[in-house]
């Protein structure tokens, strides 16, 4: 099956600071990305959807400005958390569709998570 | 509103045959999915249901109704490493997936 990574898998940071976080999408094109935030316990909370060479959609509630999101090619979004705060500590997880498949609607393929802790 | 229902816990022994509900209301529908996750690890993909039926994949079987707005995972001969939690989710008319709470499965011995 198709294979996302992300970076870091973990990362321990100041309040205040900003944290980047990679997904990359290595042996398809992700014309699509989204971003989730998993607190323990809880399902998956879409954060945004990142289409390749536009602006993210943002869904209610969750901060444009704080949460910035690029998806500069077809193989790479990232997600900077900027003036992280410990409220913001939580699991992040980002999927990508392919979008040269015939069968793109079907299936999102799963980054495997990067917690961050904001001390 | 949209709404995706499933139960919170369930508990079934090893080597058995467990069944988890997942109950939904959407703004049109393009599909279910039901997605496996292990404790402090990421979702991975299970199964796809758009036509009503079944569909088999092993051990592992999908059902939908549409007109019942309704599916379940079937997991059958049970192992201990199915220990998780089975998330059901539904693509809406946007292509947007709406996400059950999922459903923690403890297998015992």
């Known amino acids: 099956g198709a294979v996302v990574s992300q970076h870091p898998s973990r990362v321990i940071c100041k309040s205040g600071t900003s944290v980047k976080i990679e997904c990359r999408s290595l042996?398809?094109?992700?014309?699509?990305m989204f971003w989730y935030r998993q607190f323990p316990k809880k399902s998956l909370m879409l954060m945004a959807t990142?289409?390749?060479?536009?602006?993210?959609?943002?869904e209610q509630g969750v901060e444009k400005d704080k949460f910035l999101i690029n998806h500069a090619s077809l193989t790479l979004s990232t997600l900077t958390v900027t003036s992280a705060h410990p409220e913001d500590s939580s699991f992040y997880i980002c999927s990508a569709r392919d979008g040269t498949s015939g069968r793109a609607m079907e299936t999102q393929y799963f980054g495997p998570g990067t917690r961050l802790l904001v001390l | 509103g949209q709404n995706i229902d499933q139960p919170t816990e369930m508990t079934a022994t090893e080597g058995a045959i467990v069944q988890i509900n997942c109950t939904y209301q959407t703004s049109g529908f393009n599909g279910l999915f039901w997605y496996q996750q292990h404790a402090g690890e990421a979702p991975t993909f299970l199964s796809y249901n758009v036509l009503d039926g079944l569909e088999e994949k092993g051990r592992f079987s999908s059902f939908l109704s549409r007109s019942k707005g309704y599916s379940y995972l079937l997991l059958k001969e049970l192992q201990m490493k199915d220990s998780a939690s089975y998330l059901c989710?539904?693509?809406?008319?946007?292509?947007?997936?709406?996400w059950g709470a999922g459903t923690k499965l403890i297998i015992k011995p």
């Open positions: 042996d398809f094109q992700a014309t699509t």
């Open positions: 990142s289409n390749e060479g536009s602006k993210a959609t943002y």
């Open positions: 989710a539904v693509m809406d008319s946007n292509y947007q997936l709406i």
